[in-house]
Nanobody, 115 residues
Framework: QVQLVQSGGGLVQAGGSLILSCAAS????????MNWYRQAPGKQRELVAA???????HYADSVKGRFTISRDNDKNTVYLQMNNLKPEDTDVYYC?????????WGQGTQVTVSS
């Protein structure tokens, strides 16, 4: 069994920065993609950023140039550096990791950006 534990997040003013992290523990064999998603109440979960095991990245248009995803394969950890935050970035953020068999999800963390 693999568990993902998220940390970071919180309340920040518009223009500020936050960093989220997500660490996998347990029976971790080989994690391929690591992604960050966000979800507002009543809305679909949307992909924010993704990173392959080799380091290729993908970003939602709404966060390009402001967010940076990175990973540490030795630590089975993924990070999301969020800069120049906007009120519309307010959401619950979830990490997800994918191995050959399953998808694992973090517990979610609230990010609130005040104007």
């Amino acid at each position: 069994q693999v568990q993902l534990v998220q940390s970071g997040g919180g309340l920040v003013q518009a223009g500020g920065s936050l960093i989220l992290s997500c660490a996998a523990s347990g029976h971790v064999v080989r994690i391929n993609a690591m992604n960050w998603y966000r979800q507002a109440p009543g809305k679909q979960r949307e992909l924010v950023a993704a990173i392959s095991r080799g380091g290729s990245t993908h970003y939602a248009d709404s966060v390009k140039g402001r967010f940076t995803i990175s990973r540490d394969n030795d630590k089975n950890t993924v990070y999301l550096q969020m800069n120049n935050l906007k009120p519309e970035d307010t959401d619950v953020y979830y990490c997800a990791m994918f191995d050959q068999v399953e998808t694992y999800w973090g517990q979610g963390t609230q990010v609130t950006v005040s104007s």
